[in-house]
């Protein structure tokens, strides 16, 4: 397995008609998919719902997840299949971000 030397920010957008609750658990599950993959300083923000630029899959809102994480490109590339198959996530993108020393350091 690759070391954990990159650091990821991935962006998720979840469908306008889930509960809050529903919204808490795919948080929840997956943070544990990020920690049981390996996965160091786990930061998961949720944005709240907002308006679309434009229509995604006939949504015109979307409720917005990020996440900030320390990994490799295997653990992305494991998350970003599962993001495919779930139903409840009508968009996603991960960036490798060149702030890792910067993280790091504080």
Do not use: W
């Not at 979840?14 to 609750?21: F, S």
């Amino acid at each position: 397995m690759n070391p954990l030397n990159n650091l990821y920010e991935t962006f998720f957008i979840l469908k306008p008609d889930l509960t809050e609750e529903t919204t808490l658990n795919i948080i929840r599950k997956y943070h544990q998919m990020l920690i049981t993959n390996g996965c160091k300083n786990i930061a998961i923000y949720d944005r709240g719902r907002r308006h679309l630029s434009y229509p995604i899959n006939k949504y015109q809102d979307g409720i917005y997840i990020e996440c900030s994480y320390v990994g490799n490109k295997q653990i992305v590339s494991n998350l970003e299949k599962f993001f495919r198959i779930d139903d409840t996530i009508i968009r996603y993108l991960t960036i490798k971000t060149n702030s890792l020393a910067l993280a790091l350091e504080n």
